[in-house]
């Protein structure tokens, strides 16, 4: 599995990026809350160079991304099929390694699928840092299906029939 390689690799790379409870540690965080807090295609491009490394891994559960321009891309054309999308930070937990999860709760409103209805899905996002205070690795955990292809007309239904069986 990709992630867990990267991951192995990041702990040898990228120690622990700061102390814990420190003013950079803080402002790592924030900065990625406000990255998300209000999630737009002027927002990604006026903060993505401050939020995360230039040779960041990304994984979303829908596709890997490696590089911040290839970031930048993805998340541009994520953020323009949306009429709106947050994601509220609910907490967040580290470990002495440098580790970060972040457990969140997105509220987003497709344009195409279920127009001017809000759809809301829970995830956690694990995180390490750079020493610049960069997101240098970001895997997500989330239902997808739920966030997601539950809105797609038929594959939605689909979804839905085998959740009831299950």
Not at 8 to 22: I, N, V
Not at 39 to 45: C, D, G, M, R
Request: with cysteine.
């Amino acid at each position: 599995m990709e992630y867990l390689s990267i991951l192995e690799q990041a702990k040898r790379d990228l120690p622990q990026a700061f102390p814990r409870g420190s003013a950079a540690e803080t402002d790592a965080l924030t900065r990625f809350a406000a990255f998300f807090s209000d999630f737009s295609p002027n927002k990604v491009e006026k903060l993505v160079d401050a939020t995360y490394a230039p040779d960041v891994w990304f994984n979303d559960t829908l596709k890997t991304i490696r590089g911040r321009d290839a970031l930048r891309a993805y998340l541009a054309h994520s953020a323009s099929a949306v009429q709106s999308c947050r994601v509220d930070i609910l907490d967040t937990l580290s470990n002495e390694a440098g580790d970060y999860f972040v457990r969140w709760r997105m509220v987003i409103r497709f344009k195409r699928f279920k127009p001017n209805e809000d759809t809301e899905t829970i995830g956690i996002s694990h995180l390490r840092f750079n020493r610049d205070g960069l997101v240098a690795l970001h895997q997500d955990y989330w239902d997808s299906t739920q966030g997601l292809f539950e809105h797609v007309p038929i594959l939605g239904m689909g979804i839905r029939a085998i959740k009831r069986r299950v």
